[in-house]
């Protein structure tokens, strides 16, 4: 079984940062794509950043303000969010896209959330 967990969430005021951390344990054969997702109140959950083999990709409304990078000895990765918004407010949610085994297929294994609130 893999375990994700998830830290790093909270509360900072507008042009401030966070750091989010994510970490996955357990039985781990290939890891092949990670990511984090958002979820605001009354939205639907929506891509914030994928990193896979070095690549990166970053949602328009983030792109140079957040960084997504990622320890593959660990396997963890990181969201380091910057010039932080009112809007960024929401749950962020982190995933590994891996196998477990060599015959299992790919699955995502999903963080428990974290809140992150930009507020003044």
């Known amino acids: 079984q893999v375990q994700v967990v998830e830290s790093g969430g909270g509360l900072v005021q507008p042009g401030g940062s966070l750091r989010l951390s994510c970490a996955a344990s357990g039985r781990i054969f290939n890891m092949n794509s990670m990511g984090w997702y958002r979820q605001a109140p009354g939205n639907q959950r929506e891509l914030v950043a994928t990193?896979?083999?070095?690549?990166?990709n970053y949602a328009d409304s983030v792109k140079g303000r957040f960084t997504i990078s990622e320890d593959g000895a660990k396997n963890a990765m990181f969201l380091q969010m910057n010039s932080l918004k009112s809007e960024d407010t929401a749950v962020y949610y982190c995933?590994?896209?891996?196998?477990?085994?060599?015959?299992?297929?790919?699955?995502?294994?999903w963080g428990q959330g974290t809140q992150v609130t930009v507020s003044s």
């Open positions: 995933y590994f896209r891996l196998r477990a085994s060599l015959t299992q297929a790919l699955r995502d294994f």
């Open positions: 990193i896979s083999g070095g690549s990166t």
